[in-house]
């Protein structure tokens, strides 16, 4: 099956800072999405960008769908953006697939 | 619009039992699917159903099944329970196509003793 890499694994911050989340993935894709998964286990749909560049607030993403690759971009970041953000690719056969997560942890 | 809806939250169960979890999709979505998150596998696809069909399904034993009833609702149900079905279960919604953007609940918290 597809194989989703994201790096970093962990991500210390301090308040304030910028910061970029990588993920990789082995196969061509129909979409991608990025979530934030909140300290309740929740996932908290980021982004729906199967290729180009979105900006929501202080996050943005762009998806290089030849290269097959996304970046999601924190800017100014919070303490409340702490947590796991998720990649999640459908690739052909349309099984949603999650890369490991970024553990990002924010220090005011 | 409320949001995906599952129940119940938290469970804890012995090995040998059997579970079963419902969900409730987004008013007007007709696509469910689940999800098993485990610290060691991460998050990975259980099935799918749409129109009270299963569409998709994972690489999970035939101790997991589901159904979809007409209102779109679905419940998951894991047979002869393992330790290491312990896990978190996330259902997702979605409007109708394969590869549609997924909304997910809040997840059903499963220890298996």
């Known amino acids: 099956g597809i194989q989703v890499e994201q790096s970093p694994p962990d991500l210390i911050l301090q308040e304030g800072a910028n910061s970029t989340l990588r993920c990789n993935f082995s196969?061509?894709?129909?979409?991608l999405q990025w979530f934030h998964q909140n300290p309740w286990g929740q996932l908290i749909n980021l982004f729906y960008?199967?290729?180009g560049t979105k900006q929501n607030g202080r996050l943005s993403a762009t998806t290089v769908a030849t290269e097959r690759y996304s970046l999601l971009y924190i800017s100014s970041s919070q303490t409340t953006d702490s947590g796991v953000y998720f990649c999640?690719?459908?690739?052909?056969?349309?099984?949603?697939?999650f890369g490991a997560g970024t553990t990002v942890t924010v220090r005011a | 619009k409320a949001g995906v809806t599952q129940t119940p939250r938290y469970l804890i169960k012995t090995r040998g039992q059997q579970v079963t979890l419902s969900c409730s999709p987004i008013?007007?979505?007709?696509?469910v699917s689940w999800y098993q998150q485990t610290p060691g596998q991460g998050l990975q696809f259980l099935f799918e159903?749409?129109?009270?069909?299963?569409?998709n399904k994972g690489n999970f034993p035939g101790r997991f099944s589901g159904r979809q009833f007409s209102n779109s609702r679905s419940e998951m149900n894991v047979s002869t329970l393992e330790l290491g079905d312990s896990a978190l279960y996330l259902c997702?919604?979605?409007?109708?196509?394969?590869?549609?953007?997924?909304?997910f609940g809040p997840g059903t918290r499963l220890l298996v003793l």
């Open positions: 997702a919604s979605s409007l109708e196509l394969a590869g549609e953007t997924q909304y």
């Open positions: 196969d061509s894709v129909n979409n």
């Open positions: 960008i199967p290729s």
């Open positions: 999640a690719v459908v690739p052909g056969d349309y099984k949603l697939s």
């Open positions: 008013s007007g979505h007709r696509s």
């Open positions: 159903y749409f129109s009270e069909t299963q569409r």
